[in-house]
């Protein structure tokens, strides 16, 4: 089966085409950072023009490189949600039109859910059952998959998620957007010991997570301090290092009470080089394999929705015309992806 997906859930258009024999044929994704940069975040009205322009040039841009026509495509994926709700709707509506024109079966993909499959894609993929570490912009959850559709959280973050942490540290650090990624990048200068963080939630059991007072901790390291390069690294290199440490610490207890041998790490944090470092380490401790995504797919893009999309319509999971987008959407809740 071969489907295309389409993924427009935040400030990245994306679309790809998936073949369940072949692999991935092809993907391209168009980031709208440089737009969103003046205002220091997402502005949902832009992002949704946005989409509606990118959707259509990026459509015929990744047929063309798939070697495809609309004849060979079998299915067509998209992201209905969880997200912006004006972007999302962009998407669904390009979809579901795309999918009446050329008469094809179309289905919304939770996008939780491709991020929990997108270890799929690359050569040496995981087998089900496994135990995944989501982690995002948006989401932090430690996810017992069964298989597919079939999820069981676990523990999830009660305030911030570590991606949103992330992002609002750097914004106290002046760091331009998007901050994670800006942060991770100064804390390999960061000098070990200067500062020191709580580790949220690690002096309790269970497998919930919280952030948010991480973000104040650097609030406080910050007070009276002549801010120059290297404190910023510095407390970037702190406060990184706690946030990779709680992350590392509720991996290991979820591996311990679930038994599984497998832990999936994914999402846009899950490119982090000292989280991977460190999970790996837990690993090889622990005789658990590790798998991770390839950078480009930890992050949103078209690969993941269409990949999941190909698994659903090949188990039948196929919906009604007016499957509508959701802006908040519980992962493992499947009312809204079909019978």
Known sequence: ?????????????AVAVFD?????????????????????GVVPELASRDHVRRLLPLVRQVLADAASDRDSIEGIAYTAGPGLIGALLVGAGFARSLAYAWGRPAVGIHHLEGHLLAP????????????ALLVSGGH?????????????????????AAGEAFDKTAKLLGLPYPGGAALA????????????????????????????????????????????????????????????????????????????????????????????????????????ELYFPRPEFCTDNGAMIAL????????????APAAPARAIWELGDDANQGD
């Open 1 to 13: 089966m071969r489907v295309i997906g389409i993924e427009s859930s935040c400030d990245e258009t």
């Open 120 to 131: 799929l894609l690359e050569p040496n993929p995981p087998a089900f059952p496994f135990l």
């Open 185 to 288: 990048r100064i804390a390999q200068s960061g000098r070990r010991g200067q500062f020191t963080f709580p580790r949220p939630m690690l002096d309790r059991p269970g497998l919930e997570f919280s952030f948010s007072g991480l973000k104040t901790a650097a609030l406080v390291a910050l007070r009276g301090r002549a801010l120059d390069d290297q404190v910023r690294a510095d407390i970037a290199f702190a406060f990184q290092e706690a946030v990779v440490a709680t992350l590392v610490e509720k991996s290991r207890r979820a591996l311990q009470l679930t038994g599984h041998r497998r832990l999936v790490v994914a999402g846009g944090v899950g490119a982090n080089l000292a989280l991977r470092e460190q999970l790996r380490a837990l690993g090889s401790g622990s005789g658990a």
């Open 140 to 160: 932090t959850q430690l996810v017992d998959v069964a298989g597919l559709g079939r999820y069981r959280i676990l523990g999830e973050s009660l305030d911030d």
């Open 308 to 319: 999941a999309g190909c698994l659903r319509l090949q188990a039948g999971w196929v919906q």
């Open 20 to 40: 369940s024999e072949l692999g991935l044929l092809a993907h391209r994704l168009h980031s709208q950072v440089a737009m969103h940069q003046a205002y220091g």
